[in-house]
């Protein structure tokens, strides 16, 4: 008997090591966990300085930069951030439809340059809302199908706006809300 017990105890694991195994793999698990979030936060933190570098360049060097280029696109002096936008409630509009009465559903929110344009925008709410109506009536459902559709409806839009209130900049037109019945 003396030989079986023997090797019973040689088989079982001594009591210090059984501990040792979950030991290193909670150890293992908070160090990945600790470099995963170390990994995430810092491309945040290189962006963020990054930008603040971008704003401090501009403006040390904003004497020699083009001004008919900076006002092309809308880009303001905070580097291109998204500006003030002016959201119209939903539009629903009977659509140009030989067949069938066809209905779109649309909802809009237009960016603009500065604050100033977007009380100027604001000013026009009525005729920015006619003209709006009036665009889409005279669409068909598959002019406004799919992202192409879309793409030319926001272009009109933005050159529709443009020659409402001249002189100002309308950076974009985004759809909040589409729906074609």
Known sequence: ???????????APPAGKSKALPILLVINTLLLTGVLIFVMKRPAAQAHVAGAE???AAEGHGEGKDEKSAG?????????GPGPSIRFDNFTVQLK????????????EIEVADEA??????????????LILSYLSDRTPDELRGSDGLKQL????IKNLEELIP???????????????
Do not use: C, W
Not at 1 to 11: F, K, Q
Not at 72 to 80: F, I, L, N, T
């Open 1 to 11: 008997m003396s030989d079986d017990e023997e090797n019973g105890a040689a088989a």
């Open 72 to 80: 092309e696109h809308g880009a303001s002096e905070e580097g291109g």
């Open 167 to 181: 002189g100002h900049r309308i950076r974009a037109v985004y759809i909040t809300d589409f729906i074609i019945q």
């Open 97 to 108: 439809s030989l067949d069938v009465d066809r209905y779109a559903h649309l909802g809009l």
């Open 54 to 56: 971008g704003k401090a």
């Open 154 to 157: 926001k272009e009109a839009m």
């Open 117 to 130: 344009t977007k009380a100027r925008v604001e000013r026009k709410v009525a005729p920015v809302r006619d």
